[in-house]
């Protein structure tokens, strides 16, 4: 009994001193950061805000081809030496910019879309989405943070740099698509192909998708600066089930409806497995070194803590979905008379399937979960796998998160996985350093502003906006 215990003792001893060995030996989180370049004299703030708002009152939805005609006209207008200087390309109403910097080394490729989701109760809005207002401290418009934001500030950065006579370190290529929000068939995949045939690669392809948040997401005291390395797939799917017709005052045992509830039903408590997938490790290593002792030491030892964080994670949907494939059901369609049993009833389910999943994967386990009478078919025009997870740390990534580190939030910089969708994915074959990140900083709430009521982006903000794409362009 004396041995057992002192065997017990002995075991636990290895193991703290495992535990404390890799808490003590956390590589030291990498500080450096860039210097953000100053803007021109002659470039106003005001008036800078004074043209994303402008930019705003164009309502480039994929149903007004006049407004992205009047965008671009605008465009050229604001930004004369960049329309002087740099090549441009459409691909229909998307627009491809070349900066050539008369160096040979390896391009960059900075995207932003100028295409808008439409809004659904202008009434909910405490001022017009399309009018453009800017007040003391937000510029207010649909679009503003996805993603005239980006888009501006990137051109602001470029006629900036052109006006004080700076070039670029390498070429520069600017893509803004057109049709983003509704899958980037005719704007983003065109112009990837193209750039394909040219054969470019890029050092380094940045579009939106991460951004600064409250450090407490992540239990800091500092913000933390998002940078997506990754995003999910996606796949929507259509469950039909078939029964007999008939008169609702006999009914048989099972009917259409029963049976896709029972379906759902059992999808939905037998979801996908749940891990830390690779981005979302490298987000732990990454805040592990400001962390408190005691969370350095799990973030340090995922190999034993693994199991605890993902049942933390989990109880979150914005973090259970960093874990695993969802699944969302979001139309139902059956019947058509109360007193009618319906021959058929349908469901749509909306999947983002997280990295290590593919659609076939999702498709089998479909097959497997549901019954023989329900049929599955996939459903609309979206389609993707999960991207590539970027490989970091690589001098990219650096560069990226010194210039972060560089803006007056002083962000921790962490890889994430972006857990919605992006043009970026059909850039993904043109490098190996795809990256998410809009130089934003944000508090919770504002998340869901993106899509919803009251866009807005914080007017202080902006010009440290331009200095960052500035600063990227230069290759600092
Ligand atoms: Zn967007």
Redesign the pocket.
């Known amino acids: 009994m004396k041995r057992l215990l002192q065997l017990l003792a002995l075991a636990v001893l290895i193991l703290l001193a495992v535990l404390l060995y890799h808490t003590l030996t956390l590589p030291q989180a990498d500080s450096r950061v860039a210097e953000l370049p100053d803007l021109p004299q002659a470039m106003d703030e005001d008036a800078m805000v004074g043209r994303l708002a402008a930019a705003l009152r164009f309502p480039t939805l994929p149903d007004q081809p006049d407004a992205f005609v009047g965008f671009h006209d605008f465009l050229r207008d604001s930004f004369p030496l960049t329309h002087q200087t740099l090549s441009l390309k459409a691909f229909g109403h998307s627009l491809l910019y070349h900066w050539d910097s008369k160096n040979d080394c390896p391009p960059q490729l900075l995207l932003a879309?100028q295409d808008v989701v439409p809004v659904s109760s202008p009434e909910k809005w405490q001022k017009p989405p399309f009018a453009g207002v800017v007040d003391d401290d937000f510029v207010w418009g649909r679009g503003a943070l996805?993603?005239k934001g980006s888009l501006m500030a990137i051109l602001e950065a470029t006629e900036a740099l052109l006006q004080s006579g700076q070039a670029p370190a390498c070429d520069v290529y600017l893509a803004f698509g057109h049709d983003?929000?509704i899958g980037g068939r005719e704007g983003a995949v065109k112009m990837a192909a193209w750039l394909e045939q040219q054969n470019l690669r890029f050092a380094l392809i940045l579009d939106?998708g991460g951004m600064m948040l409250p450090g407490s997401t992540l239990g800091m005291d500092r913000p933390v600066a998002l940078m997506g390395i990754a995003e999910k797939g996606y796949m929507t799917v259509e469950l039909q089930a078939e029964a007999e017709p008939g008169h609702s005052s006999r009914p048989p045992e099972r009917t259409a409806i029963g049976d896709l509830a029972a379906a759902i039903h059992h999808l939905q408590t037998h979801p996908r497995p749940a891990s830390l997938s690779l981005p979302t490790r490298k987000m732990l290593e990454q805040v592990a070194p400001h962390q408190s002792f005691a969370k350095r030491l799990v973030f340090a030892n995922l190999w034993l803590f693994e199991p605890l964080i993902i049942r933390q994670l989990e109880g979150k949907p914005e973090t259970n979905a960093l874990l695993r494939t969802t699944m969302a059901p979001t139309l139902l369609e059956a019947g058509v008379k109360e007193n009618v049993l319906p021959a058929t009833a349908n469901a749509t389910l909306n999947f983002r399937l997280a990295p290590g999943e593919t659609r076939d994967s999702l498709r089998a386990y479909l097959q497997n979960e549901l019954p023989d009478n329900i049929s599955v078919t996939s459903k609309g025009a979206f389609l993707s796998d999960p991207s590539a997870v970027t490989d970091i740390p690589s001098a990219s990534f650096d560069r990226l998160a010194a210039l972060a580190r560089a803006l007056p939030e002083q962000p921790v910089v962490a890889p994430y996985l972006l857990i919605a969708g992006?043009?970026a994915r059909h850039y993904q074959h043109l490098s190996d350093q795809v990256f998410r990140f809009m130089p934003v900083s944000l508090g919770q709430d504002d998340l869901a502003r993106?899509h919803g009521h009251n866009e807005r982006l914080p007017r202080k903000q902006y010009p440290h906006m331009v200095r960052f794409y500035a600063g990227l362009m230069l290759g600092q």
Do not use: P, Q, R, S
């Open positions: 879309h996805d993603d983003e929000e939106e992006t043009d993106f």
